[in-house]
Every structure is written in structure tokens, then in C-alpha cells.
């Protein structure tokens, strides 16, 4: 994983005439870099998208459009939630990456505010395009008399994810304090408002304090990985089998629902907010993302695997940002085209013949997301710098306000 989500990979494309003739390949032979990291951040990426594409069934009905999942009608899949949430990884790996960062930007000379800055720019730059794109796409369709339900639901579809950015903009921001947290402390404070909300009937609204401290735990446990204490094999097995024993038990014994990403129409959610289970849950996945980080690294030694790690990385949150639209595009434009409803796109998910016609159309995704890539990439990354800076001349302008790695 890159510095952070909105991170650019330290293997970044050249200055822009070397750019046009350059491959992935190329690319990513540039730098040397714990190539783990970087394959942990692609994986995430992927969980994500392929979660949404996979449990996010827009359903046509009588002229408007619905938003289910198949995790409602079909509850034997809920494994498949355990594969594609992948949340903790993203703090896990940007807790570390964070640190590292801050202490080479604090090595150039710059300022904690100015290197924030600098990552915030990074992190918020890119969504303007789309903020853009979707303002002007309601005001079309309720100006040519689409259902208001409709468009609320495409737009909460698209928007939903963003708080992933806000939460992580805050820990970043606040990176200096969590140096200086063990994770135990937020995982206690998750642990209290679960007591408070379910075991003492309390409000609701005190879960939603686990909104931040339900991720301040594994993005503290990237911080102790950065300072090296993490590395023992007894402690990366302990949070790999204790966080899934944990996780087992609260399911079983404490009610918690099985299913790590929320489900319409479940009394609980364990992602909005985050419950106790969500955050063990984390941990097993913090566990075995370092168990796994020896053989990635085995496996990165190859340029072709390298390649593909590095292209993830460089377009990470244009992937983020519009995958969710290439889903909506799909579903919108074959609607329109066929004139009803088609199964896997447009049918209720009640059965696995739709998961089955589902993964058929997900190439159909991808195609038009790297079309959306191609389009938008350029409003993540920008590369203006002149020829004899060195391979990082990409990062010019993050460098001197001490944002980039």
C-alpha cells in the first residue's frame, strides 16, 4: 500500500514524455519499496469493488430503481463478506505508511501542518470530477422527470463510500496523538459503546463514537508495524487467530450478525457503525495481512506481479471513486437499451442463478470503470515536473510542502 488511500505509489510515471512511451513494467521497476505493502493496498482496492459490484443488486420495479443485496434473500453467502471486507486493511496500511511518511517529510524540513495539508489536497483533490459529474447527472434526470427515489437512491450509491475518506482524513490528520495510543484503548472504547448500546439498552446514537475509534484500531496497529513491533510470528498469529476466535464468539454467543458488511434490513449492522465484532474482525485481518507479507514479497519479485501492484496503486482512489458509477452506468444504460429488466442486473437477487449471471457481468464493469480511468486518472496524479528531477519527479509540488513519500 501506497503512503495512504489518496497516496500516489512511490514508483511514480516519469515526466510526461517518458510517460507516453512507458509500461506498467517499467514503471514499477523504478523503485524499491516494500512491495507487501503496496499488493495489501491492491488487494483492498479490489475487496471493495468487488463487494459493491457483488452485494449491490439496483433493482428495476414499476419504473424506479431499488437498491438491495443478495445477502438478504441469500444468507448462506455471508462468507463471501468476510472475503471482500477489507476496510481494516486500508487503516491498517495507512497507519504505517502514514508514520513513514511524516518522518521523511519531517526529515526535508517540513512542518507537521504543511505535510497534512499536503496530504489532504491529495486525498480530496481527485472528487471534485466527480462531485461534477453527479451533480450535473440528478439535476438531468429530475429535469427529464426521473423519480426522485431513483436518483436519491443512484446518489447515496455513489456518495455512501465517502466516509471512508473522512475518517481516514481525521486519523492522518491526527497522526501525531495516535503515535503515542495503543490500540487496546479504542478497542475498549468500541467494547463500552457496544455495552452501552446493546447490553444496557443506551441510545443508538453511541455506536456511532465507534465510527472513529472502531478504525483508530487498526490504523494504530499500522503505526506500531512502522516502529517495527509488530514483526515477532508469535504476534502476527495472535491477532490472525485471537481476532478470529474473538470475532467467532461474538457471532455465536453475543448476537453479533455473521455478515461483515451491512445488510438491508437487519436490525444490526456491523459496519454502520462499526460493532465490537467488525473490529476484531479487523484484527484477524491486520494478523493476516502480516502473516502474508513474507510470500507477497516472494511473489512481487517478479516484474509482471510488480506491474500490476504499481498500475493498482497509481489510479487507487480514481478506482475508489468511480467504480460505484461504472456499476450505475452499466445497469442504467442496458436498461434503457433492452427496454426491461435483465437478469443479474435488473432482477431481485432471491436466488444463486442471479449471483451466477452477476460475476458474467462483471467484465462489463471493469471495461467501463477503465473508462472512467482514462478519463478522470489525470485528476489524482498531476506531473509537471521538469525532466531532471529523478524518478520522483512526479512528486515535485507534495515534496516541498512534505507530503510525499
Given at each position: 500500500m501506497t503512503d495512504d488511500f489518496a497516496g500516489r505509489a512511490d514508483a511514480v510515471a516519469p515526466?510526461?514524455?517518458?510517460?507516453?512511451?512507458?509500461?506498467?513494467?517499467?514503471?514499477?521497476?523504478?523503485?524499491?519499496?516494500?512491495r507487501a505493502v503496496d499488493a495489501l493496498r491492491a488487494f483492498a482496492i479490489l475487496g471493495v469493488v468487488l463487494g459493491h459490484w457483488l452485494v449491490t443488486a439496483?433493482?428495476?420495479?414499476?419504473?424506479?430503481?431499488?437498491?438491495?443485496?443478495?445477502?438478504?434473500?441469500?444468507?448462506?453467502?455471508?462468507?463471501?463478506?468476510?472475503?471482500?471486507?477489507?476496510?481494516?486493511?486500508?487503516?491498517?496500511v495507512g497507519g504505517r505508511m502514514a508514520v513513514e511518511s511524516r518522518g521523511r517529510a519531517r526529515d526535508r524540513g517540513?512542518?507537521?501542518?504543511?505535510?497534512?495539508a499536503a496530504r489532504m489536497t491529495r486525498l480530496f483533490r481527485p472528487i471534485a470530477p466527480l462531485l461534477g459529474v453527479w451533480s450535473a447527472a440528478a439535476v438531468a434526470m429530475l429535469a427529464w422527470g426521473a423519480d426522485p427515489g431513483t436518483v436519491y437512491a443512484l446518489v447515496k450509491l455513489v456518495w455512501s463510500p465517502m466516509w471512508f475518506?473522512?475518517?481516514?482524513?481525521?486519523?492522518?490528520?491526527?497522526?501525531?496523538?495516535?503515535?503515542?495510543?495503543?490500540p487496546v484503548w479504542p478497542l475498549a472504547a468500541v467494547a463500552v459503546a457496544d455495552l452501552v448500546r446493546f447490553g444496557l439498552d443506551g441510545p443508538s446514537w453511541v455506536g456511532w463514537i465507534n465510527l472513529g475509534t472502531g478504525w483508530l484500531v487498526?490504523?494504530?496497529?499500522?503505526?506500531l508495524w512502522a516502529g517495527g513491533r509488530l514483526d515477532g510470528r508469535v504476534t502476527r498469529w495472535a491477532l490472525l487467530l485471537g481476532g478470529a476466535a474473538a470475532t467467532t464468539g461474538l457471532v455465536l454467543w453475543a448476537g453479533y450478525p455473521a455478515s461483515m458488511v451491512g445488510v438491508p434490513g437487519a436490525p444490526v449492522s456491523n459496519q454502520a457503525p462499526p460493532t465490537l465484532a467488525a473490529v476484531t474482525f479487523g484484527l484477524s485481518q491486520c494478523g493476516a495481512a502480516l502473516v502474508l507479507s513474507g510470500p507477497l514479497r516472494r511473489v512481487l519479485r517478479r516484474p509482471a506481479a510488480w506491474a500490476l501492484v504499481t498500475t493498482a496503486n497509481l489510479?487507487?482512489?480514481?478506482?475508489?471513486?468511480?467504480?460505484?458509477?461504472?456499476?450505475?452506468?452499466?445497469?442504467?444504460?442496458?436498461?434503457?437499451?433492452?427496454?426491461?429488466?435483465?437478469?443479474?442486473?435488473?432482477?431481485?437477487?432471491v436466488d444463486p442463478g442471479w449471483v451466477a449471471v452477476r460475476l458474467a457481468w462483471l467484465p462489463v464493469f471493469a471495461t467501463v470503470l477503465?473508462?472512467?480511468?482514462?478519463?478522470?486518472?489525470?485528476?489524482?496524479?498531476?506531473?509537471?515536473?521538469?525532466k531532471d528531477e529523478g524518478p520522483f519527479r512526479g512528486c515535485r509540488r507534495e515534496r516541498r510542502a512534505g507530503g510525499c513519500a
Open positions: 515526466a510526461r514524455r517518458e510517460r507516453v512511451s512507458q509500461t506498467p513494467r517499467a514503471r514499477a521497476s523504478q523503485t524499491p519499496r516494500d439496483v433493482v428495476a420495479d414499476s419504473g424506479t430503481l431499488r437498491v438491495t443485496s443478495p445477502l438478504k434473500y441469500l444468507p448462506h453467502l455471508t462468507p463471501v463478506s468476510w472475503l471482500l471486507q477489507t476496510m481494516a486493511v486500508f487503516f491498517f517540513a512542518g507537521h501542518g504543511r505535510w497534512a475518506l473522512l475518517v481516514f482524513a481525521a486519523l492522518t490528520a491526527a497522526t501525531p496523538l495516535v503515535t503515542r495510543l495503543h487498526p490504523y494504530c496497529l499500522g503505526v489510479a487507487a482512489m480514481t478506482i475508489f471513486l468511480w467504480h460505484q458509477t461504472a456499476l450505475i452506468a452499466v445497469t442504467a444504460t442496458a436498461l434503457r437499451v433492452a427496454d426491461r429488466a435483465l437478469p443479474g442486473l435488473h432482477t431481485a437477487p477503465a473508462v472512467c480511468l482514462a478519463v478522470f486518472r489525470g485528476h489524482e496524479a498531476r506531473h509537471h515536473a521538469p
